[in-house]
């Protein structure tokens, strides 16, 4: 049944979704101008009709079929109607991402690359722009640890390769910038309420609001608890274990948003508060201990100045603060072999991070046929603090820093010929920890017929160490610093053709080929004993992705996808950890009553995945499926969602920390929600 639904992802779209019910295909076909006029139509005239635009790949605005990159863009409709619940989700759906869950925290993986532990270290995130990745180990929330509830978000833009050129460091795989809504698009008050399986509730309460031409405002609050599922763990199926039968899992949070416009400024605020119960014994943890938790708290305030200048292009300054805390609390045994009890101990650790980031751009467009793009940017980590103690008084680690860095970049977008955009950026960025870097990007976009786009590009990118791997240690008994690491890079190659098969339908290939130098990972050091973190491993990888992604004007709606990977490390040739060779997604929106009530169907194939035991985790096919009701009565929607509808058993390979190699996901889960805008 899940392949059957795939099948109709996949089927379907070439089948002439585009004609209105009852009405014959070539009725269907004349009022839409027909295949035979869309021939007759100029590149121009298509985009005009056709063409998303996209920000994030340029720092300014422009056509995705001109953007030196692989773009996707998820917007607020298909959040509704597909019944995302995260930004993992969103980030799941998109063409050659895929996640891993450790029962904790969601990361992400993307063309054949998700490390296990690598906290999405490797992505940038924003929020309009604004960085949020943390600034101890620089992950980057996509879970219920996110600063947004996913209903404020306006779209999310999902920029494949190396970002460097533009935003810096953690920009190698990736940047995700999170555009939120606005009070116009909003306005009112707004009310929604969930219930879901694991006792889920959820409220959230929203209001936004235009005055005149200058002032908008968009608030938000939501509050969220889950009991979580009950698990079973078969590495503690012991009687002392309670049979590996465990109901930790618990997770709760709230979060705020505040958006405020006037003129050419924007003020915005975010923040999440977070508890997650730790079901799976990490770090030979005693198991089912409910006083195993991680405490999450971020803030986001961000300040953007954004201004035309008449006739010769903008200034944008912005500046960010970004405030994070994690707090640990740990229950050990220490009690000895030979002890007939347990020894229990409680520890705790925690970082305290603090830094503000300032931009400034200058984007240039009097010159004939050139638009330029010019910046600096500087980060100052005013707090980077590392503790960990236990109850008996016993010190582990006490690390307490600060450190700053900055950069300089400047893009050149050049329209040599009517269809021929070359594309040429670089940055140099500067470090305390280890100097500076140079990264470019090279592309061409070249359009050889009016529905045809091919791009070709380069570029490269880094990732600065993090605080966390160069002075995290725990006082000489398992681990100690690595102050000597020097940053990952990345050179990547990419080829993209993409084809619009019809005014409804576009198509795009993608290959791509790249390596990854100085990767950053944990190892033993032979010379003690004591894990260290060392680069030691180069990567290579060389991939294709095919996508159709199909858009009507009778809500119809459909993408599906196909992302072939392999990926080694080219040390020792063997393939890499928690890398799926094959990714297969199908999405589908059906209008079952025009503008009324819509069907989002969901179906996505991951291949196996190696773990550290040089096993593997199973393939495996989940399908979802949500129903949406629009204007039930004025104002009021509601909407239910079956979530891995076929219950599949899958899991995700396990990190260095936990005894199981294979942490199980959940099973079918449901969720109802109601919305009502006053």
Not at 148 to 156: A, G, N, S
Not at 169 to 197: D, M, P, R, Y
Not at 446 to 475: I, Q
Not at 597 to 602: M, Q, R, T
Request: aromatic residues 12%.
């Amino acid at each position: 049944m899940q392949a059957l639904l795939l099948a109709l992802c996949l089927v379907l779209p070439a089948a002439g979704w585009g004609q209105e019910p009852n009405i014959p295909a070539a009725e269907a076909a004349g009022e839409a101008g027909g295949e035979e006029e869309l021939t007759d139509m100029s590149l121009e005239e298509l985009m005009e009709v056709e063409v998303d635009t996209v920000y994030s790949a340029s720092k300014h605005t422009q056509k995705v079929t001109e953007a030196p990159s692989s773009v996707t863009i998820v917007t607020a409709e298909e959040i509704k109607l597909y019944g995302y619940r995260t930004l993992a989700d969103i980030l799941n759906s998109a063409r050659g991402f895929y996640l891993s869950y450790d029962r904790n925290y969601h990361y992400a993986g993307v063309r054949g690359f998700g490390q296990p532990g690598d906290y999405t270290i490797r992505m940038l995130v924003l929020v309009d722009g604004h960085r949020t990745n943390e600034g101890i180990d620089d992950s980057a929330a996509i879970g219920t640890d996110f600063v947004l509830d996913v209903d404020t978000i306006e779209r999310v833009e999902i920029i494949r390769g190396p970002g460097s050129s533009l935003y810096g460091s953690n920009a190698l795989f990736a940047v995700i910038n999170v555009i939120t809504k606005k009070g116009a698009q909003n306005s009112g008050l707004e009310l929604s309420g969930e219930l879901g399986s694991f006792d889920t509730k959820k409220g959230r309460a929203s209001f936004g609001n235009k005055w005149g031409e200058d002032v908008d405002l968009y608030l938000s609050s939501t509050l969220y608890k889950s009991d979580g599922d009950t698990l079973y763990i078969k590495e503690f199926d012991d009687p002392l274990t309670n049979h590996g039968y465990v109901d930790h899992d618990a997770d709760k949070f709230n979060n705020l948003f505040a958006k405020l416009s006037w003129r050419d400024f924007t003020l915005e605020a975010a923040s999440v508060s977070r508890k997650k119960e730790i079901p799976t014994a990490p770090w030979d943890l005693l198991f089912g201990d409910p006083a195993t938790v991680t405490y999450d708290d971020r803030v986001m305030l961000g300040l953007t100045y954004d201004h035309e200048i008449s006739e010769v292009g903008s200034v944008l300054g912005r500046v960010t603060y970004n405030h994070s805390n994690y707090d640990g609390r740990w229950a050990y045994d220490y009690a000895e072999e030979t002890d007939p009890e347990p020894y229990r101990v409680l520890n705790s650790d925690y970082w305290r991070a603090r830094f503000w980031q300032g931009e400034w751009q200058f984007i240039y467009t009097q010159l004939e046929k050139h638009t330029i793009t010019s910046g600096v940017e500087m980060r100052y980590h005013v707090r980077q603090d590392q503790v960990a103690w236990d109850e008996e008084g016993t010190v582990y680690l006490d690390d307490r820093r600060h450190s700053k860095s900055w950069g300089v970049f400047a893009q050149d977008e050049y329209q040599v010929l009517d269809n021929l955009i070359l594309n040429g950026g670089v940055r140099y960025d500067r470090y305390d920890a280890f100097g500076g870097t140079t990264n470019p990007r090279l592309a061409a976009i070249y359009n050889p017929f009016a529905k045809t786009t091919v791009k070709m590009m380069y570029g490269t990118a880094f990732r600065s160490p993090t605080v966390y791997e160069l002075y995290y240690h725990d006082g000489g008994s398992t681990a100690k610093q690595s102050p000597d690491l020097d940053p990952e890079t990345i050179d990547t190659y990419e080829v993209v053709l993409e084809q619009y098969l019809s005014r409804n339908i576009v198509g795009s290939v993608s290959g791509f080929y790249y390596e990854m130098d100085d990767l950053i990972a944990q190892e033993v050091d032979p010379a003690d004993g004591l894990m260290i973190f060392q680069n030691i491993n180069q990567v290579k990888a060389q991939g294709v992705e095919f996508e159709l992604d199909g858009k009507w004007d009778n809500g119809w709606r459909s993408r599906v996808s196909y992302a072939l990977v392999h990926t080694e490390n080219e040390e020792t040739g063997d393939e890499m950890v928690n890398s799926p060779e094959h990714l297969v997604k199908g999405n589908l929106i059906i209008p079952i009553v025009k503008e009324k009530l819509f069907a989002g169907l969901e179906t996505q194939y991951n291949g196996n995945r190696k773990t550290l035991t040089d096993h593997h985790a199973d393939d495996y096919m989940i399908s979802n499926v949500t129903l949406t009701c629009l204007n039930l009565r004025e104002g009021l929607e509601i909407s239910a969602g079956i979530y891995n509808v076929f219950d599949k058993h899958y899991g995700y390979p396990g990190f260095a920390e936990h005894t199981q190699d294979i942490i199980e996901q959940d099973g079918r889960s449901f969720r109802v929600k109601l919305t009502y805008r006053f």
